[in-house]
């Protein structure tokens, strides 16, 4: 069962970014993520996280100086949770269209409001069959560094296989064949611990 944690906000072609309806109920980075667009649903990569106020340039202020922990100040000010948010954006990796699995980019964005899922084991072994999304991680001009993001992605990933030594050896034999550089190399496979 796949577990809805937020809405779409904001779309293009290659990514999208969803507000989560619960504060701090963010995927962990690297996570598998999917949205419906018509008939095609579509898969990107939970690359960036943040939290914060509602309102553009308003940030919010220190309020724990007299409290006694973290959750006394949300007891104390419960309209924090009003104003602020948490979202995420993912990148967009691959499509399921016709009950194919492809992995590139789909014909049109995600739509405004769509249901963002979480995607659960079964689906993340299905899409992860194929390395091909790995192409687009690699060359995703984002704020967070490709290494950092494909090596994310591989280790949730293998955390839905029976064998994930097994899995994680396949993607390092497919990433030696995309990345000339070794020392990118060295540095990703170094992260799949």
Do not use: W
């Given at each position: 069962?796949?577990?809805?944690?937020?809405?779409?906000?904001?779309?293009?072609?290659?990514?999208?970014?969803?507000?989560?309806?619960?504060?701090?109920?963010?995927?962990?980075?690297?996570?598998?993520?999917?949205?419906?667009?018509?008939?095609?649903?579509?898969?990107?990569?939970?690359?960036?996280?943040?939290?914060?106020?509602?309102?553009?340039?308003?940030?919010?202020?220190?309020?724990?100086?007299?409290?006694?922990?973290?959750?006394?100040?949300?007891?104390?000010?419960?309209?924090?949770?009003?104003?602020?948010?948490?979202?995420?954006?993912?990148?967009?990796?691959?499509?399921?269209?016709?009950?194919?699995?492809?992995?590139?980019?789909?014909?049109?964005?995600?739509?405004?409001?769509?249901?963002?899922?979480?995607?659960?084991?079964?689906?993340?072994?299905?899409?992860?069959q194929s390395f091909g999304f790995l192409n687009l991680?690699?060359?995703?001009?984002?704020?967070?560094?490709?290494?950092?993001?494909?090596?994310?992605?591989?280790?949730?990933?293998?955390?839905?296989?029976?064998?994930?030594?097994?899995?994680?050896?396949?993607?390092?034999?497919?990433l030696a064949l995309l990345i000339g550089d070794f020392?990118?190399?060295?540095?990703?496979?170094?992260?799949?611990?």
């Open positions: 069962m796949e577990e809805r944690v937020g809405e779409v906000i904001e779309a293009s072609t290659v990514a999208f970014t969803a507000q989560c309806y619960e504060l701090y109920c963010l995927p962990p980075l690297g996570s598998l993520v999917s949205t419906r667009q018509g008939e095609v649903e579509l898969y990107g990569i939970v690359h960036h996280a943040a939290t914060g106020s509602l309102e553009p340039g308003r940030r919010p202020i220190a309020r724990g100086r007299d409290e006694a922990s973290e959750e006394d100040i949300y007891r104390s000010s419960p309209q924090l949770l009003k104003l602020l948010q948490s979202e995420f954006c993912a990148l967009v990796v691959g499509h399921r269209e016709g009950g194919e699995m492809r992995h590139y980019l789909p014909p049109q964005p995600a739509r405004i409001h769509g249901f963002v899922y979480l995607c659960g084991p079964e689906e993340v072994r299905e899409f992860s991680l690699l060359n995703a001009h984002l704020q967070t560094p490709p290494d950092e993001l494909v090596a994310a992605s591989l280790r949730r990933m293998g955390l839905a296989r029976e064998d994930r030594h097994d899995f994680l050896v396949r993607a390092g034999r497919e020392n990118q190399l060295k540095s990703i496979l170094g992260r799949l611990r």
